[in-house]
C-alpha cells in the first residue's frame, strides 16, 4: 500500500508535472500524440529514482532523478489531478528512458469494487497492460526521430516493492538531512 499523488487522469491531453522548486502542478508538455493515459498516472510521494533503482535496472546509466512514476486502476472514473489516494501495488513496468531508470508502478486504488481484490499485475486483464504498456512506449515519440524508451518487461509484486524501498531510500539519502 502507498500514497500516489495524481498529475494526469485519464482525460488530460496535457502532460503535468510537480514543479520541485514551488511544489505547484505546471504544465510539462502537451501530449503529442491523440493518445491519453489509460489509467490515473502520477507519482509516489518521498521517492527518488537515484543509484539504488537504477542497479535494480540492467543497461541503464542513472535513475531518472525524478519520484518514482505509478499508475492506478480505478473503475470509477477520477476526472481531476491533483490528488492523493492510497492504492495498492501489484506490479510495475521496467522502462529505460534515454540510458534513464524509468520505471512505472502499477497499482489499483484502495477499496476499488472492481479491481480491489487484486494482489498481483497478473491478475489484470492482458489487454489493459498492453495499453499502458503502448502509451508508455508512445507517449514521448516526435516524428521522424528514433524511440527514446524502451520497455523491457513487466514484474510483479516481490520486484515492485524492492522498486519502492530503493526509491524511498534513494530519496532518505538526496533529501533528508541528519539532525
Given at each position: 500500500?502507498?500514497?500516489?499523488?495524481i498529475?494526469?487522469t485519464?482525460?488530460?491531453?496535457m502532460?503535468?508535472?510537480v514543479d520541485k522548486?514551488?511544489g505547484y502542478?505546471?504544465v510539462?508538455r502537451?501530449?503529442?500524440?491523440?493518445?491519453?493515459?489509460?489509467?490515473?498516472?502520477g507519482?509516489?510521494?518521498?521517492t527518488?529514482c537515484?543509484e539504488r533503482?537504477r542497479?535494480?535496472?540492467?543497461?541503464?546509466?542513472?535513475?531518472?532523478?525524478d519520484p518514482?512514476?505509478?499508475?492506478?486502476?480505478?473503475?470509477?472514473?477520477?476526472n481531476?489531478s491533483e490528488?492523493?489516494l492510497r492504492?495498492?501495488?501489484?506490479?510495475?513496468?521496467?522502462?529505460?528512458?534515454?540510458?534513464?531508470a524509468?520505471?512505472?508502478?502499477?497499482?489499483?486504488?484502495?477499496?476499488?469494487?472492481v479491481w480491489?481484490?487484486?494482489t498481483?499485475?497478473e491478475?489484470?486483464?492482458?489487454a489493459?497492460?498492453?495499453?499502458?504498456?503502448?502509451?508508455?512506449?508512445t507517449?514521448?515519440l516526435?516524428?521522424?526521430?528514433?524511440?527514446?524508451?524502451?520497455?523491457?518487461?513487466?514484474?510483479?509484486?516481490a520486484?515492485?516493492?524492492a522498486?519502492?524501498r530503493?526509491?524511498?531510500?534513494?530519496y532518505?539519502e538526496?533529501?533528508?538531512?541528519a539532525?
Amino acid at each position: 500500500m502507498v500514497n500516489a499523488y495524481i498529475e494526469i487522469t485519464p482525460f488530460d491531453f496535457m502532460k503535468y508535472e510537480v514543479d520541485k522548486a514551488t511544489g505547484y502542478l505546471r504544465v510539462d508538455r502537451p501530449q503529442r500524440t491523440s493518445s491519453t493515459p489509460p489509467c490515473l498516472y502520477g507519482f509516489v510521494p518521498q521517492t527518488y529514482c537515484g543509484e539504488r533503482v537504477r542497479r535494480l535496472a540492467e543497461g541503464c546509466d542513472r535513475g531518472d532523478g525524478d519520484p518514482l512514476d505509478i499508475c492506478v486502476i480505478s473503475e470509477r472514473p477520477i476526472n481531476h489531478s491533483e490528488v492523493l489516494l492510497r492504492a495498492v501495488v501489484v506490479g510495475g513496468l521496467k522502462i529505460i528512458d534515454r540510458g534513464e531508470a524509468d520505471d512505472k508502478i502499477i497499482a489499483v486504488l484502495e477499496g476499488d469494487y472492481v479491481w480491489g481484490n487484486a494482489t498481483e499485475v497478473e491478475e489484470l486483464p492482458p489487454a489493459f497492460l498492453e495499453r499502458i504498456e503502448h502509451y508508455f512506449s508512445t507517449y514521448k515519440l516526435v516524428a521522424n526521430e528514433p524511440p527514446k524508451i524502451t520497455i523491457t518487461g513487466r514484474y510483479g509484486y516481490a520486484q515492485a516493492a524492492a522498486v519502492i524501498r530503493a526509491s524511498i531510500e534513494d530519496y532518505r539519502e538526496n533529501f533528508t538531512q541528519a539532525p
